[in-house]
């Protein structure tokens, strides 16, 4: 059948399974949403307060699920507002498809009314991107961007469609989504001297990341552990891939990992890195970290291998059949006084305490406790942040979903909101715990506009801004190493967030001393809807353990 290209994209949605895209309309992008209104019985439109929504929303909807996030822009502005969400979605490896409008091909490179060059501006923070300038071109090109997006090692792909693309007609055929091309795993060969070097540690230690979560591998994961009889951590992304009760689990390592984490790295005598990518605020000084181990490195993507750490072994592939894989050739493990002495350091070191009076720790305990083990955490960035990774309870994949690479303040709020839809199913009858933004006063200030979009889709997300009236990592870093000059890090200024919420149709509250807190904490919760707690903490609370940067993991500051 002849369809318009804008047509063709909404059919292409549904051959891959689109039940949910996020975006904001504008003259370039207008015949995809005219389409959208005829397709508005299939194809859910979630219209965001800002672009830069659309794309965490995006985001938070594929980390959530698991499945490909949609997010539309138009031309110009509204195409660069996006770049900021496909960056975090990039360094996180989360599957993104990303559509524009441009103008007319007749228009492009000539100065016209919000044309940019939004091809060249995203190259270097997408798996892949495309400008389609022939109609007949536009399914395959939409079917590939799903392809690559999920593939391999997930990303976000862009694909540009100038205006008359869109209002162009050509012949459209109903295609089957192609399946996903799986990495070969390494040869029998390395998997058997992987094992070997397994057998032979004395001290092994696991180091998980995300990679385990987007690889849908902490099945495997936990029975591998299991086999090795090895203590194990992960870094921020791959909180919720191993069972954070668990004996064996030392939760995270590096700048504000555990004792007994930074120590095993530091003290094993054999490092197993399973989808994670030694970033600098894990690793802290090289020459310190893990610096009598051998390093196993298992990875989907082969770019990862010795780019930041170099290793003396590792096995390419879908993380799942790897360590399936390794861990029917090893033999099983047992390492009882070495599993001692991390126990030991777990006990002497607990990684954290509640404090006296209103203590974000005590904030996080309550709302843990409420929340339930089926809760699903949404972090900004900054000191909530790494509280968060810290004290919260995860039970399962999947439950925390953060900006880590990027670190993007203001992510948490649209990203909520798409991990509410994203497990919601495509018939939004899904049944799920509850969804929790935990957000500082300066993250919440940049993309609080997002409460009109939980306002108005009654998206029931419950807000927890932690609110010290600072910027309260850089000030702890002002602090520590700067002389405690303070400079331009102390936010005193409006609004006044319960007031705020109000304006926009979210019911308020604030907690300011530690007597009101688990009672409004309850209410909250009880809250239909969105709902906003405004916890009014100290200034100078700061997140310990800690390493000071360009030292070794080793070298913890406690206080």
Not at 162 to 181: C, G
Not at 522 to 530: I, L, M, Q, S, V
């Amino acid at each position: 059948m002849e369809l318009t290209g804008a047509e063709i994209l909404m059919e292409c949605f549904l051959e891959q399974g689109v039940d949910t895209v996020f975006g904001y309309p504008g003259g370039q992008i207008l015949p995809t949403y005219d389409a959208l209104y005829q397709y508005a019985d299939r194809i859910r439109h979630i219209l965001t307060a800002h672009e830069q929504g659309a794309s965490h929303a995006a985001d938070g909807y594929a980390r959530a699920s698991g499945r490909v996030g949609v997010c539309i822009a138009t031309s110009g502005p509204g195409a660069t507002n996006l770049v900021t969400g496909i960056a975090t979605a990039m360094i996180d490896s989360v599957p993104l498809v990303a559509i524009t409008g441009n103008v007319p091909i007749p228009l492009l490179g000539k100065d016209s009314f919000q044309e940019v060059d939004i091809f060249g501006v995203t190259m270097p923070v997408t798996k892949h991107n495309f400008i389609v300038k022939d109609v007949a071109e536009l399914a395959d090109t939409v079917r590939e961007a799903f392809f690559i997006a999920k593939s391999g090692r997930p990303g976000p792909v862009l694909v540009d469609i100038p205006k008359d693309v869109q209002t162009n007609k050509t012949s459209y055929h109903k295609k089957e989504p192609v399946d996903l091309a799986r990495v070969k795993p390494s040869k029998p060969a390395l998997i058997a001297e992987a094992a070997r070097l397994l057998a032979h540690a004395k001290r092994p230690f696991i180091y998980a990341g995300g990679g385990v979560i987007r690889g849908e591998a902490s099945k495997e994961l936990f029975a591998f552990q299991r086999k090795l009889d090895a203590p194990i951590s992960t870094s921020l992304m791959g909180l919720g891939c191993f069972p954070s009760d668990d004996p064996a689990f030392t939760r995270m390592i590096g700048m504000h990992g555990s004792k007994a984490s930074n120590s095993g790295i530091t003290e094993c005598d054999l490092l197993v890195a399973v989808g994670a990518r030694f970033s600098d605020r894990v690793v802290g000084k090289r020459s310190g970290f893990a610096p009598g181990a051998h390093v196993l490195h298992l990875d989907v993507d082969p770019a990862e291998i010795n780019k930041n750490v170099p290793t003396d072994h590792h096995l390419i592939g879908e993380l799942s059949e790897i360590l399936a894989l390794l861990t029917a050739e090893m033999p099983q493990g047992s390492h009882p006084e070495w599993k001692a002495r991390i126990a030991a350091w777990k006990d002497e070191y607990p990684l954290y305490a509640n404090g006296v009076g209103l203590t974000p720790q005590r904030i996080i305990g309550i709302v843990d406790r409420l929340a339930g083990k089926d809760k699903t955490i949404v972090a900004d960035v900054g000191q909530h942040q790494m509280w968060a990774g810290q004290c919260f309870s995860f039970t399962k994949p999947r439950s925390f979903i953060v900006s880590g690479g990027m670190g993007t303040m203001g992510f948490s709020l649209g990203a909520s909101i798409g991990a509410i839809l994203g497990l919601d199913g495509p018939s939004g009858t899904g049944k799920h715990g509850p969804v929790v933004t935990i957000v500082g006063d300066g993250g919440f200030r940049m993309n609080c506009i997002e409460l009109a979009t939980a306002a108005a889709y009654g998206i029931p997300v419950k807000i927890i801004v932690m609110n010290n009236g600072v910027l309260g990592m850089v000030r702890q870093w002002q602090t520590l190493f700067y002389g405690k000059r303070y400079s331009q890090t102390v936010l005193d200024r409006p609004p006044d967030f319960v007031k705020l919420a109000e304006a926009y149709g979210v019911k308020g509250f604030r907690i300011s001393s530690e007597d009101q807190a688990e009672k409004v904490l309850a209410e909250a919760f009880a809250t239909e809807g969105p709902c906003l707690v405004d916890c009014v903490i100290g200034k100078d609370e700061m997140v310990f353990p800690m390493v000071a940067p360009g030292a070794s993991i080793s070298d913890m500051i406690f206080e």
